[in-house]
């Protein structure tokens, strides 16, 4: 009895060794992967996620004051027509 106990523990300590191992080499290739990937992105000049959302809101703002001008433009010509 005393050796089967033996064998089961050596086992559970060997695949908890093997799976400490395999998270850390994935963590390793994750590490590597965001690496090229960064590289890549900045190589490409790019914009990140929050740049484009920037200036996202800055055209929509742009687009709502392009319109109020054209609309009171469209006013002041009026009025001069009728003078």
Known sequence: M???????????ELMTNALGVAQGAKDEADTAVRGVIDRWVA??????RE???V???MFE???KENADLKSRLEI???QKNKT
Do not use: Y
Request: no cysteine; hydrophobic share 35%.
């Open 61 to 63: 703002k742009l687009g």
């Open 2 to 12: 005393q050796t089967r106990n033996k064998i089961f523990d050596d086992l559970s």
């Open 51 to 53: 740049e484009f959302e």
């Open 43 to 48: 190589d490409k000049d790019l914009v990140s």
């Open 76 to 78: 002041l010509e009026k």
């Open 55 to 57: 200036l996202k809101i």
